[in-house]
């Protein structure tokens, strides 16, 4: 007998695609979490970081400033405590921003991110676009006619583009000394990696370029709520608490110290 196609029989031994629902929404705070000597496994020095900005010419300190980040520049923290970022990390509640010290919650707000970096907190959010897919049709980057995005424009420095470590992109503004807008960008990527999202390889994050067109833009972003963004999410999605965490672990160990005067 002949099966049509509505008579076709399912075949069950193929398994189904299982539906991953969302994950409840927590009503308790997050509980204290004791110190015990854990640490997290850093792929960055904020040394390295520092190196590289005491090189920069005078017109490359000149162009980060313009951007609104030059209190970065005056950044002198040269070693983070993975033990404290541990425990530091471990207590960070991204539900409601707090930090749970024992008998106290420290709020941790944008304002807190701009105590630490002094970066701009501007009316526009840096919102983190996907890069259009291959022969799909984009509007051109205003600020450079004949390439598609920033994130283009960054990427074409390299032979490479899919390799592009923050080492590269150090090596990079150190032959750009008369600053300018690549520059610019380079010292954004260079920054966000090593400060705000560090990735699992040593390779630069990008994404969050494609929020800039033009240089003016810099400025105007909310880069304080970007920082914060980051800490929330990566924290939610540090499910094993093991040492291999991405997140601004370097802002949190910074902040602590200037709220312990109000906890004693």
Same mark, same amino acid.
């Given at each position: 007998?002949?099966? %049509?196609?509505?008579?076709?029989?399912? /075949?069950?031994?193929?398994?189904?695609?299982?539906?991953?629902?969302?994950?409840?929404?927590?009503?308790?705070?997050?509980? $204290?979490?004791?110190?015990?000597?854990?640490?997290? +496994?850093?792929?960055? +020095?904020? +040394?390295?970081?520092?190196?590289?900005?005491?090189? $920069?010419?005078?017109?490359?300190?000149?162009?980060?400033?313009?951007?609104?980040?030059?209190?970065?520049?005056?950044? &002198?923290?040269?070693?983070?405590?993975?033990?404290?970022?541990?425990?530091?990390?471990?207590?960070?509640?991204?539900?409601?921003?707090?930090? &749970?010290?024992?008998?106290?919650?420290?709020?941790?707000?944008? /304002?807190?991110?701009?105590?630490? =970096?002094?970066?701009?907190?501007?009316?526009?959010?840096?919102?983190?676009?996907?890069?259009?897919?291959?022969?799909?049709?984009?509007?051109?980057?205003?600020?450079?006619?004949?390439?598609?995005?920033?994130?283009?424009?960054?990427?074409?420095?390299?032979?490479?583009?899919?390799?592009?470590?923050?080492?590269?992109?150090? /090596?990079?503004?150190?032959?750009?000394?008369? %600053?300018?807008?690549? $520059?610019?960008?380079? $010292?954004?990527?260079?920054?966000?990696?090593? =400060?705000?999202?560090?990735?699992?390889?040593?390779?630069?994050?990008?994404? =969050?370029?494609?929020?800039? &067109?033009?240089?003016?833009?810099?400025?105007?972003?909310?880069?304080?709520?970007?920082?914060?963004?980051?800490?929330?999410?990566?924290?939610?999605?540090?499910?094993? =608490?093991?040492?291999?965490?991405?997140?601004?672990?370097?802002?949190?160990?910074?902040?602590?110290?200037?709220?312990?005067?109000?906890?004693?």
């Amino acid at each position: 007998m002949r099966v %049509g196609k509505q008579d076709k029989v399912r /075949d069950t031994t193929k398994p189904t695609k299982t539906i991953k629902l969302p994950e409840p929404i927590r009503v308790e705070q997050r509980p $204290f979490y004791a110190y015990h000597h854990e640490a997290l +496994s850093l792929r960055y +020095s904020p +040394s390295s970081f520092l190196e590289t900005i005491r090189k $920069f010419t005078q017109a490359q300190i000149v162009d980060v400033k313009s951007i609104g980040f030059g209190p970065v520049l005056d950044i &002198n923290v040269n070693y983070i405590c993975t033990h404290l970022g541990y425990w530091l990390v471990r207590n960070y509640d991204e539900q409601d921003s707090t930090l &749970n010290i024992i008998n106290h919650r420290i709020k941790i707000t944008r /304002d807190s991110v701009y105590d630490v =970096f002094g970066i701009p907190k501007g009316p526009n959010p840096v919102i983190k676009k996907n890069k259009p897919r291959k022969g799909a049709i984009v509007q051109k980057n205003t600020a450079t006619d004949d390439i598609d995005t920033t994130i283009d424009e960054f990427k074409n420095q390299w032979p490479d583009r899919n390799m592009i470590t923050h080492g590269l992109v150090a /090596d990079a503004m150190h032959l750009q000394p008369n %600053g300018g807008r690549l $520059f610019k960008l380079n $010292f954004l990527a260079y920054w966000n990696t090593l =400060f705000v999202e560090i990735t699992k390889s040593t390779t630069v994050k990008q994404s =969050f370029l494609l929020a800039i &067109n033009k240089e003016e833009d810099i400025s105007k972003l909310d880069w304080c709520s970007f920082v914060l963004e980051s800490l929330r999410r990566t924290r939610q999605s540090w499910k094993k =608490f093991d040492s291999q965490y991405n997140g601004p672990v370097s802002f949190l160990t910074v902040c602590f110290p200037k709220h312990l005067d109000n906890i004693k």
